[in-house]
């Protein structure tokens, strides 16, 4: 498997995206990752919306530090 990227949707929303294929394997990391970061209850992060082969986080660009949860997203999507 590819490693994941994390990219930009806007200012207030960040993908991360595993692979370009729709695959049960990727699906269950991007479960995992979800529900991670939902329980994880990150301080500005209004939601986190799987689908099957990425995840969107969507944030209060006021409330978060940018750079922090790109790294924090990068590390989750690794493990």
């Given at each position: ?21 729709i ?50 997203l ?6």
């Amino acid at each position: 498997m590819s490693k994941p990227r994390v990219v930009s949707a806007g200012d207030s929303t960040l993908i991360v995206e595993f692979e370009e294929r729709i695959d049960p394997a990727v699906n269950e990391r991007v479960i995992r990752l979800a529900a991670a970061l939902k329980s994880a209850a990150i301080a500005g992060v209004r939601d986190v919306v799987p689908t099957y082969r990425s995840v969107a986080v969507f944030f209060d660009p006021l409330r978060t530090q940018y750079d922090d949860l790109v790294r924090r997203l990068e590390r989750g999507a690794s493990g």
